[in-house]
């Protein structure tokens, strides 16, 4: 079966930097994503990653290390507008499709 | 943004009753999807379509039916709502599969009394 897991709740300073941790077991592993969850609203996607190392994006950066099925999400120089739940979502190919594994989400609260 | 709206936005009906919530996209994308979404369980995948007419189901599809006669459309049909059907629906498109993200809806949220 499929299993990923990612803290159910985090808070942090504005300005600082903090790291959302996601593990995950799965057959037929083909890639993470990140996506951000605002309150009340749809998820948008903030990153992809297939092999091995960081990617970076503005603040943003996304690491994942497939031998230890384990990713995380570093978001730097935290602002008000970034509390909202961070979801970790892997591609699973079984049969012949590809179908993606959402984790419960981290619900990220950025204090002044 | 990608084009892409659901409706209704938000439903109360009552259990037994038979209800379809629809989502229309603009982006000609092959692949739509419709998840629930409910606290502790994240998004999990009711049913996907990969074109017209061809469809397939996801981790929790009992209890739900699929149609998609054109591209840009994907029905969602509760055929007899329960209770544990209250939830916040999304739909979401994408250009093809794996590592191709997924674009969201507005999400509908259902309440079945």
């Known amino acids: 079966g499929q299993n990923i897991d990612q803290p159910t709740e985090m808070t942090a300073t504005e300005g600082a930097i903090v790291q959302i941790n996601c593990t995950y077991q799965?057959?037929?592993?083909?890639?993470l994503f990140w996506y951000q969850q605002h309150a009340g609203e749809a998820p948008t996607f903030l990153s992809y990653?297939?092999?091995?190392g960081l990617e970076e994006k503005g603040r943003f950066s996304s690491f994942l290390s497939r031998s230890k099925g384990y990713s995380y999400l570093l978001l730097k120089e935290l602002q008000m507008k970034d509390s909202a739940s961070y979801l970790c979502?892997?591609?699973?190919?079984?049969?012949?499709?590809?179908?993606?594994?959402f984790g419960s989400g981290t619900r990220l609260l950025v204090r002044p | 943004d990608a084009g892409i709206t659901q409706s209704p936005r938000h439903k109360v009906t009552e259990t037994g009753t038979p209800v379809t919530l629809r989502c229309h996209q603009t982006?000609?994308?092959?692949?739509m999807y419709w998840y629930r979404q409910d606290p502790g369980h994240g998004l999990r995948l009711i049913h996907y379509?990969?074109?017209?007419?061809?469809?397939d189901k996801g981790e929790v599809s009992d209890g739900y039916s699929v149609s998609r006669s054109k591209t840009e459309d994907f029905l969602l049909t509760l055929e007899s709502a329960t209770s544990s059907q209250t939830s916040v629906y999304f739909c979401?498109?994408?250009?093809?599969?794996?590592?191709?993200?997924?674009?969201f809806g507005p999400g509908t949220r259902l309440t079945v009394l």
């Open positions: 979401a498109i994408s250009e093809s599969e794996g590592n191709n993200e997924q674009f």
């Open positions: 799965t057959s037929g592993f083909n890639g």
């Open positions: 990653n297939v092999l091995d």
């Open positions: 979502a892997v591609t699973h190919h079984g049969d012949s499709s590809y179908k993606l594994i």
């Open positions: 982006e000609n994308h092959r692949y």
């Open positions: 379509s990969y074109g017209v007419k061809d469809t």
